[in-house]
Nanobody, 124 residues
């Protein structure tokens, strides 16, 4: 099991940018496919982005392409989510997730390890 801790959330205004970080420990980080999900109040958890073990493969939710960028630094055991041009509807708790497989999944059931989440609130 890998331990995940998110950081970087906060209160921002619409149009601002924010970068989330997810620090991993307990296992070899480069052996894990990583992802970000988010959950808004009253809604199901939804896929945001995922990145392959060597960062050569990335997937995004169609609605977020062009505004969000997922990256990872295996030397620092950390993945990131750069969020630009934030909108009110981006308000949610953002979760970091890890999968020990090799395939990059968009489905939350494929990720066994999760962080506690970090709140992102976008105001007008």
């Amino acid at each position: 099991q890998v331990q995940l801790v998110e950081s970087g959330g906060g209160l921002v205004q619409a149009g601002d940018s924010l970068r989330l970080s997810c620090a991993a420990s307990g296992r070899i980080f480069s052996n894990y496919v990583m992802a970000w999900f988010r959950q808004a109040p009253g809604k199901d958890r939804e896929f945001v982005a995922a990145i392959g073990r060597s960062a050569g493969t990335t997937f995004y939710a169609d609605s977020l392409k062009g505004r969000f960028t997922i990256t990872r630094d295996n030397a620092k055991n950390t993945q990131y989510l750069q969020m630009n041009s934030l909108k009110l509807e981006d308000t949610a708790v953002y979760y970091c997730a890890a999968s020990s497989g090799t395939l990059v999944w968009r489905t939350n059931s494929r990720y066994a390890d999760w962080g506690q989440g970090t709140q992102v609130t976008v105001s007008s």
